[in-house]
């Protein structure tokens, strides 16, 4: 990992920006005074959905040389844009675990945002977390588990900040599914909150985000852009966030609440689903009438342009032209998530593919939707190669290597001949698989934002299993050939029971979302000229049940507490059928000789508030080390993971997640991999004293190939 001081110069082709809150708050407080109440009230109210270039305008200050400011979506690059790439979702980013491939993926989606003009691009996204696994949007974000999450934010918005733009760390929070997100209630206790939800927004703190957007739900009974638990005690007080917090579009309920409890900046500003206007002239009211302090107002102000200055954007940024063509080389970033992130599930030694003489390809997912590759709004349908979900987090595709465009190249160099069913029907295996060595089907599951329904999923997934009969039309092909290779492409777990009872299956390639180099990254990994090494961010189970979570049709009580995801399946003793962390190779890795380092002590955290929160819990206090030695015959990387048991005595949940580190390998090469164990990483959220502590006792630091398969354990004692 590079140092914090590192991380600030990280190099790009321009100068990188050197993130500095002192500064850029001395020059916000200069302009500050420059300005009339009027322009102080157009720089925190957006100017109206439609009403300007981008999903999200203010309006210019001309005493300061303030621009209109562009806040664009998303999360994944350019929505709307002209000629930009589409990278891969956050949920195929986190896939490959790889600190240096999701930080360079946040630093060229902001340097695609910058050469259009766009100061703020609105991402990363760290809510939802993923409790539910049928959620809509978990795959905008980094997988179910707060650890990952959070190093997948930092890393992202370092990137992103290194070149001039704004990130905008969203949905906070508790935002965990589509279903009623605008009415319902996350009721949540502290802890839970902290723990788990609250982790990856304090991990964006730290590393310097400069904008975060509540987001549409109440929580515990309060809208969250109008909460001052959750905006000025959490986010501004306890986490020390220095920058200014949006709604999201239309998740504002009032005037003064939400000014008096953080808000500061609202959007779109009106018009939208026929929302309300709360700010504009009625801010400027309610500052008038005493109901607001001016000095809030200024405070908003300054917040905002605080962030501005903070990227650099005050000296000659360019100007708003969501058309231009900004793609650069980035499509190399994509390729490598793409590929990298792809997680090999089953196989008996039929991959990687030895020249198959003839080669089936079966599934409508295995070519590039035929209405055209951006003919759905906001990738609003699931036709065709599957490459992200829908949604606002979605960007159009440039280009789009379908699976099997890139096979049938592929395979011209082998001279295999490829037939090709691109239909779902199981009529039409029989004849395409006819005579071939090795069958490959595509299946797919889709999800995304509720303001639109594909194929009656309303956002949210009606259930975990294949679209498009992918179940029986992987069975189909398992009867008619005794090869067969299953390629998934998810947002998220499906349910794989019945294609893993069909013998005939040999192997499964669980190929997630891949975006436009779907074809290509796939090509890497079946001809095995990239090694498999993604790692699934969730768990696959065995049954939509066994999650022990839901989408709630009501107000979501929050019941399972700190057991989401594996730390459920952990605790109820529920065998998953692949669990988090878990993932092939072509390769093998043996684990030794852990050393657990560090003499922490216990009791409270302690220190003055920085951004991410108290001092003391973001230095190192222990550090765990093992050697990893590649034992087969091919190169490979593979993903160490930090497994921390805390002392009973704290009710944590069995294992968490609290370090990951990917390395490459040649053929019979070792090297020691060293996880970084902060204060926070042993703390827990003590409720009654209202801060992390260290409990005394016992620890054990667990290192593995995946949440289940540990290799190498070590003790602590914390006294
Ligand atoms: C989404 C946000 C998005 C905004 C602007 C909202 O519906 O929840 O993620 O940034 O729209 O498009």
Redesign the pocket.
């Known amino acids: 990992m590079l140092s914090p001081i590192l991380a600030l110069l990280f190099t790009t082709a321009t100068a990188a920006v050197t993130i500095d809150w002192d500064a850029a708050y001395e020059k916000a407080n200069a302009s500050l005074s420059k300005l009339s109440q009027n322009d102080k009230i157009n720089i925190v109210t957006g100017v109206g959905w439609n009403k300007g270039p981008c ?2 305008n203010t309006a210019a200050a001309s005493s300061i040389s303030y621009p209109q400011l562009c806040l664009q ?2 999360p994944l690059g350019i929505r709307f844009g002209g000629s930009v790439n589409a990278f891969v979702p956050g949920i195929q980013a986190a896939s490959t675990w790889d600190r240096a491939l999701i930080r360079e993926r946040g630093q060229f989606m902001a340097e695609e945002a910058k050469g259009c003009g766009i100061h703020v691009l ?1 991402g990363p996204v760290a809510g939802p977390l993923g409790k539910i696994p049928t959620g809509g949007r978990n795959w905008e974000g980094f997988g179910a588990d707060p650890y990952l999450q959070g190093i997948a934010m930092a890393e992202t918005i370092e990137g992103m900040q290194s070149v001039g733009v704004q990130a905008d760390a ?2 906070y929070v508790l935002n965990e599914q589509e279903l009623n997100r605008e009415t319902m209630s996350s009721n949540i206790d502290d802890r839970t909150l902290h723990e788990l939800y609250l982790w990856p927004f304090a991990d964006a703190v730290h590393a310097n985000v400069a904008s975060v ?1 509540c987001s ?1 739900n109440k929580i515990n009974g309060t809208w969250a852009c109008e909460s001052p638990y959750v905006l000025d005690t959490l986010l501004k007080q306890e986490l020390g966030f220095r920058g200014y917090v949006m709604t ?2 239309n998740a504002q309920h009032s005037t003064e609440p939400a000014a008096n409890s953080g808000l500061d900046m609202t959007m779109p500003g009106s018009d939208f689903n026929g929302g309300s206007i709360y700010w504009g002239s009625k801010l400027s009211q309610a500052v008038s009438s005493g109901k607001v302090e001016q000095s809030r107002l200024d405070d908003m102000v300054r917040r905002v342009l605080a962030a501005w200055y903070l990227v650099g954007q005050d000296s000659s940024y360019p100007s708003i032209n969501l058309k231009a063509n900004v793609q650069g080389t980035h499509k190399t970033n994509i390729r490598a998530t793409a590929r990298d992130g792809i997680v090999l599930l089953k196989n008996e030694g039929i991959l990687p593919l030895q020249k198959p003489s003839k080669l089936a390809l079966v599934g409508s997912a295995a070519v590039v939707n035929p209405q055209g590759m951006n003919s759905c709004t906001d990738q609003g349908c699931n036709t065709g190669a599957l490459g992200m979900g829908w949604g ?2 979605t960007a159009p595709y440039s280009y789009f290597s379908a699976p099997a465009d890139a096979i049938k190249t592929r395979a011209q160099a082998d001279g295999t001949q490829i037939s090709l069913s691109a239909s779902d029907s199981t009529s039409s295996v029989a004849s395409a698989v006819n005579g071939a060595d090795v069958a490959i089907v595509f299946i797919t599951s889709d999800s995304g ?1 509720g ?1 639109i329904t594909v194929e009656n999923h309303a956002g949210d997934r009606n259930n975990l299993d294949p679209w498009h009969n992918g179940n029986d039309l992987a069975k189909a092909v398992a009867a008619a050939s005794d090869n067969v290779i299953v390629v998934v492409h998810s947002v998220g777990p499906v349910i794989l029971e019945t294609i893993l009872a069909q013998p005939n299956v040999k192997a499964i390639v669980w190929a997630g979302l891949p975006s436009q180099e779907n074809g290509n990254a796939l090509v890497d990994i079946l001809y095995g000229d990239t090694s498999p090494s993604g790692k699934l961010p969730y768990t696959i189970a065995k049954s939509a049940t066994d999650y022990g979570t839901s989408v709630s049709s009501g107000n979501d009580d929050y019941r399972e507490g700190l057991y989401v995801d594996y730390r459920h399946f952990d605790q109820a003793d529920i065998e998953p059928r692949y669990e988090f962390g878990y993932g092939l190779s072509y390769t093998n890795f043996t684990y030794a000789d852990i050393f657990v380092d560090g003499r922490p002590t216990s009791g409270p955290a302690t220190g003055d508030i920085i951004p991410g929160g108290r001092a003391d819990l973001w230095e190192k206090v222990v550090t765990v080390t093992v050697t990893i030695t590649n034992t087969g015959t091919v190169q490979g990387a593979e993903v160490a993971q930090l497994y921390l048991s805390y002392p009973e005595s704290a009710k944590t949940p069995p294992k968490q997640l609290r370090g990951f580190e990917k390395l490459s390998l040649e053929p019979g090469a070792s090297d020691v991999v060293a996880f970084d164990v902060k204060r926070r990483d042993i703390s827990i959220w003590d409720t009654a004293a209202k801060e992390w502590v260290v409990p005394a006792g016992t620890f054990n630091f667990t290192v593995g190939a995946s949440s289940r398969d540990i290799r190498q354990s070590g003790t602590l004692e914390v006294a």
């Open positions: 999903v999200g979506d998303g609105l969203k949905h957007m549409y999201d579009w606002s987090g934002e303001y």
